[in-house]
């Protein structure tokens, strides 16, 4: 059945690919159309028979994912690959080397357990705990994992100065400092003691030996 459109242009509807065609080239395109053209049943395009399986291989066949072997969409290989796949390499966040996504749970526990030497008071972390370690202790950490300050937990009397140049176990640590008071002590003692020796000496004399 034809269509009139406002300006007078008229239009038939193909049911073949359900478009409005000129009417005055509805006879040859339907001729073409239910020749040369069929209907893809993955998108619903109309492409040319001739040219069907080459489409359905380009836009539908399920690819095959070079490193597993799964076959999946075609339109979601990008995905699958950088995603999904479980042979991808992935960096392990504890150590920065590369495993394959299905091996990296396991290899996580492992090197997520070794044992790191807190540089600020001297303990050894767990690397799956140093961040919580950094964060409760010596305040939050940056996206470098540098620690920024180092705050000392409430009770524990000594000031981050204090804590941030604290020896590490089996260290000797710096000598003990002696009080400035105590060396003049010292050295004032000494001083009248000498002045006193020297003046007995003088009232004894060269010649006066002491008494027997």
């Known amino acids: 059945m034809a269509a009139v459109h406002g300006t007078g242009f008229s239009t038939n509807f193909c049911a073949h ?21 069929e209907r893809c049943p993955e998108c619903q395009e109309m492409v040319p ?5 080459e489409h359905y291989n380009e836009y539908h066949a399920p690819a095959v994912c070079q490193l597993c072997g799964t076959k999946v969409n075609r339109e979601h290989l990008t995905t699958h690959e950088q995603e999904k796949c479980p042979r991808r390499m992935v960096e392990c966040e504890y150590c920065d ?9 396991a290899h996580s526990d492992v090197c997520g357990s070794r044992t790191e030497m ?5 303990k050894y972390v767990r690397l799956r705990e140093k961040y919580v370690h950094d964060v409760q202790f010596h305040g939050e950490s940056d996206e470098t994992g540098i620690t920024r300050e180092y705050n000392v937990p409430r009770g524990s009397g ?12 089996h260290s ?6 002696v009080s400035r008071h105590r060396l003049i002590f010292t050295f ?3 001083g009248v003691a000498i002045l006193i ?7 004894r004399g060269p010649n006066q030996r002491p008494q027997q």
């Open 197 to 203: 020796g020297t003046l007995v000496l003088q009232r």
């Open 49 to 53: 028979r001739m040219r069907a399986g």
């Open 158 to 169: 000594s000031s981050a100065s204090e804590v941030s140049h604290r020896p590490l176990p």
């Open 97 to 105: 080397f590369p495993v394959e996504a299905a091996h990296l749970p």
């Open 17 to 37: 690919c359900e478009r409005e065609i000129p009417s005055s080239n509805y006879d040859l395109h339907s001729a073409h159309c239910k020749r040369n053209l």
């Open 172 to 177: 000797r640590g710096p000598p003990p400092v």
């Open 118 to 122: 807190c540089i600020p008071c001297g």
């Open 188 to 190: 004032a003692i000494t």
